[in-house]
């Protein structure tokens, strides 16, 4: 198993753009979730989904969008890319509910930077 | 929703000495606490988590705790080696399976 992967590994934007940052997992996980990593802050939870067709926000949603079309993917949308967006972003799978293992799996992260 | 507070934020010690990390939760209704470690340039791990019907678990050279009554865990790492140098992540786990993560602390093992 690859586990969850992410590409890219590094990406520079320039304000107003906009990108996809890519996840999947290939260990047929219900939960996927997108974090990001800021200096003195932890992980800070944007979207999860807990299964195909569904979505919610968590802490920090404002400026990403998220679509779950399949078990395996979750791509996270940086709709008009700004520097406050500038962070390390991860994404994570675990299975889901019951007495089910709530441990959640990383990916390697994205290195963002928009200048 | 959960808050959670992390500390120290950097933690140096010797080689062979042991390292206590401490976190606080606010919802009493969490029930989930995991410690993540994270190697430079790489994903949190988990190395060990505790639910709340538990009062400690033990893992080798890593131990945790949880006092649900005053709403706070701990990490402890004996006889700490240079490997063991990473940043550590608490997490409580509210509603909807979101982990809610403390600010991190860094440990420096020197050797």
């Known amino acids: 198993n690859a586990g969850v992967t992410q590409t890219p590994k590094f990406q520079v934007l320039k304000t107003g753009q906009s990108m996809t940052l890519q996840c999947a997992q290939d260990m047929n996980h219900e939960y996927m979730s997108w974090y990001r990593q800021d200096p003195g802050m932890g992980l800070r939870l944007i979207h999860y989904?807990?299964?195909?067709?569904?979505?919610d926000q968590g802490e920090v949603p404002n400026g990403y969008n998220v679509s779950r079309s399949t078990t395996e993917d979750f791509p996270l949308r940086l709709l008009s890319a700004a520097p406050s967006q500038t962070s390390v972003y991860f994404c994570?799978?675990?299975?889901?509910?019951?007495?089910?293992?709530?441990?959640?799996?990383f990916g390697p992260g994205t290195r963002l930077t928009v200048t | 929703g959960e808050n959670v507070e992390q500390h120290p934020s950097t933690l140096s010690v010797q080689e062979g000495d042991s390292a206590v990390i401490k976190c606080t939760y606010s919802d009493s209704a969490s029930n989930y606490f995991p410690w993540y470690k994270q190697e430079l340039g790489k994903g949190p791990q988990l190395i060990i988590d505790i639910r709340s019907n538990v009062g400690e678990k033990k893992d080798q050279r890593i131990a945790v705790t949880l006092n649900k009554t005053a709403k706070h865990f701990s990490l402890y790492i004996t006889e700490t080696q240079p490997e063991d140098s990473a940043v550590y992540f608490c997490?409580?786990?509210?509603?909807?399976?979101?982990?809610?993560f403390g600010a991190g602390t860094i440990l420096r093992v020197k050797s």
């Open positions: 994570a799978s675990s299975p889901w509910g019951g007495e089910v293992s709530y441990e959640q799996y």
């Open positions: 989904s807990v299964g195909a067709g569904i979505t």
């Open positions: 997490a409580a786990l509210e509603y909807g399976n979101k982990l809610v």
